[in-house]
Structures are given as structure tokens and as C-alpha cells.
């Protein structure tokens, strides 16, 4: 389908509705980012049901997306969402470091570590995340046993940002209109496009960031659509079955960087890191991890600081 020819903004009406839409998803037909546009849009204003909503991810998952439609997802996904006033010159310089999820592996808080050792080298960092949804701690459950307070407002995260180098925003705080999908994704249990959103939705729109995934079938197509965002330098990795750099074997890098996409592998051994075990890799309770952070922080060895310096490394 080819966006129309008219100047005024495309609606999910105008294009005959979710029956329309879901038939040329099912018939494996591309859409392009203006008919995504809109149907997100549909579902962000509350405007959709459960069924509508669950048939379209479906039926756009069963065909795969594309960058394209992933871009006009995103288009609506920033729409509605709250923004961080972060300036150009910011944006230009500030990362994200943040994984999907959906790994299932249950580890300690790699990517929410990586940061604050980025943010300690001087890089401004906007870090982006949720509480717990597959596992026992979020990004949001250890800041919060770490007596970080987590529901900031954009110019709290602002603040933040510039005096200490780093500023988290609350994924429900910032796209609070994802509100109207969560009951249907809870119930449907299988990860769909809005877990591949979240991640590249970063509420400050930083231009580089750092985005680990669980399912390596996805990577080519987050980072193409992080280009057609703007995005000036991006890895989107996977190792080992977790959505980060893993320290238990070689992990995959596609890397976007002043517009060209190049793929490689990063073997922590080559890098002098001593390999690990899953298991060394296991996390817990918010307590349990808000733990590890510390004294990873405090300098301890072995493999939790391992696979933080490899992560952090990647941001630097």
C-alpha cells in the first residue's frame, strides 16, 4: 500500500479500517509507515479493543515487520508519548543503554550497570526502562532498592542528567498511553512489535544508543528503523541467549554508525575477560540485585563486573 496522495493526515478510518488493515497483514502484504502510523495511533488513543488490538500485532508478527512499518510504530509511540526537553547538543551526545527483555535468563541488572559506568566516564546517559515484567527485577524494582526515586518528571530527568550524568526515565511515566495495550499483551503472553518499541522509544530521542535482544531475528530491523530515526550510532547485540553482550561466548553486533551498517562478533576471551557460566549470571530480588550493583560498584571482581566492562565498553 503507498501513502495517499492527499495532504491531510491518514486515519485508520480513511484506509477502511482495522478489518482492512488486519486482511492485508494476513495476507502478508507490507503497509507502509503512515497506515502503521495511524493504527498505532488507534491503539494509543484507547480507541481500539482487545480484539482489534491483539489481531493486528498478531497478524503483523505472523508476516514480520518491516523497518518501515517499525518506523511509523515508533512515529506514533513518540507522538503520544512524554518527552525529556533534552537540547541538540545533548541528544547528539547522550546514550541509552537498554535491552527488550523476554530472554527469560533472569540475570542481574547488566544493562542498569553499564550505564552508570558510562555516565562515571563522562557520557551523558538518559536511561530508559521498566519494572520487572519476565523476570523478578526491572531496571525500576533495583533503582528503587538502590533509594534511587524513579517516577521523575522530564525536567527532574533533565536535572539529573546534567548534574550527575545520568537520568532515568519510567517507561509507564513516559508512555503512559501504553496503558490501553497492556491488558491485551498480558494476555496474549508472546512478545510482539510493542516489545521492540519500547526500547527504541527512548523519551529524550537520543541519538545513540545501545540495545540488546533476546531474539536475534529482530536485530537488522530495530537498527534499520533506528536509522530512518535519526539514529547516528547504534549497536543492536545479542549473545548467548540474553538481550545484551554476553560474557558466556561470542555475541552478535550490528552496528549503525554515520549511516552504514556493518556486522561483527565480540569474544569477550579475545578481550582478556575470563568466560563465564549462565548461571554466575543469575540474578534475584530487587535486594539481591541492588547487592550485586554495589559492590560491583565497589570494585569486586569476577564475572558480574566482567560482563558489566563489556557492556560498558560498548557505550563508550
Same mark, same amino acid.
Given at each position: 500500500? &503507498? ?10 478510518? &480513511? $484506509? ?14 507490507? $503497509? ?24 493486528? /500485532? ?22 503520544? !508519548?512524554?518527552? %525529556? ?20 535468563? =533472569? ?7 553499564? !550505564? $552508570?559506568v558510562v555516565a562515571g566516564a563522562g557520557v551523558p546517559v538518559c536511561k530508559h526502562g521498566a519494572r ?17 526515586? @524513579? ?5 527532574? %530527568? ?5 548534574? +550527575? ?5 519510567? +517507561?509507564?511515566?513516559? =508512555?503512559?498511553?501504553?496503558? #490501553? ?25 537520543? *541519538? ?9 531475528? %529482530?536485530?537488522? *530491523? ?14 543492536? @547485540? =545479542? ?21 552504514? /551498517?556493518?556486522?561483527?562478533? %565480540? ?19 530487587? !535486594? #539481591?540485585?541492588?547487592?550485586? @550493583?554495589?559492590? @560491583?560498584?565497589?570494585?569486586? =571482581? ?11 565498553? !560498548?557505550?563508550?
Open positions: 500500500m &503507498s501513502e495517499s496522495s492527499s495532504s491531510l493526515p491518514i486515519t485508520l478510518e &480513511s $484506509i477502511g479500517g482495522w478489518p482492512e488493515l488486519i486482511s492485508l497483514l494476513l495476507d502478508r502484504r507490507d $503497509i507502509d509507515a503512515a497506515y502503521a502510523r495511524a493504527a498505532m495511533a488507534n491503539i494509543l488513543a484507547g480507541s481500539a479493543t482487545p480484539a482489534q488490538l491483539i489481531g493486528f /500485532v498478531v497478524a503483523l508478527r505472523a508476516k514480520g515487520e518491516t523497518p518501515e512499518e517499525i518506523s511509523g510504530l515508533l512515529d506514533a509511540v513518540l507522538a503520544a !508519548a512524554t518527552l %525529556v526537553p533534552l537540547d541538540e547538543s545533548l541528544r547528539d551526545r547522550a546514550i541509552d543503554i537498554v535491552g527488550t527483555g523476554g530472554d527469560r535468563s =533472569h540475570s542481574i541488572n547488566v544493562s542498569t550497570m553499564a !550505564a $552508570i520487572a515484567a519476565s523476570s523478578q527485577c526491572g531496571t525500576a524494582d533495583v533503582l528503587e532498592a538502590l533509594g534511587v526515586v @524513579v517516577e521523575l518528571s522530564p525536567q527532574g %530527568v533533565l536535572r539529573c542528567i546534567e548534574r +550527575a550524568g545520568i537520568g532515568f526515565c519510567l +517507561a509507564a511515566r513516559y =508512555h503512559p498511553a501504553f496503558r #490501553f495495550a497492556a491488558p491485551a499483551r498480558r494476555e496474549i503472553g508472546v512478545p510482539t512489535v510493542f516489545n521492540l518499541l519500547g526500547p527504541m522509544a527512548n523519551p529524550g530521542r537520543v *541519538k545513540r544508543q545501545l540495545i540488546g535482544v533476546a531474539n536475534p531475528l %529482530v536485530a537488522e *530491523k530495530m537498527l534499520a528503523s533506528l536509522r530512518l530515526h535519526g539514529a547516528t550510532s547504534s549497536w543492536v @547485540v =545479542h549473545g548467548g541467549g540474553l538481550d545484551e553482550l554476553t560474557t558466556t561466548g561470542p555475541s552478535t553486533v550490528l552496528e549503525l554508525r554515520d549511516g552504514h /551498517v556493518r556486522t561483527f562478533t %565480540v569474544d569477550p576471551v579475545a578481550l582478556g575477560l575470563a568466560p563465564a557460566i549462565s548461571t554466575e549470571l543469575t540474578g534475584g530480588t530487587p !535486594a #539481591f540485585n541492588a547487592d550485586v @550493583v554495589r559492590r @560491583v560498584m565497589d570494585g569486586e =571482581h569476577g564475572a558480574h563486573r566482567n560482563i558489566v566492562v563489556l557492556n560498558a565498553a !560498548a557505550g563508550l
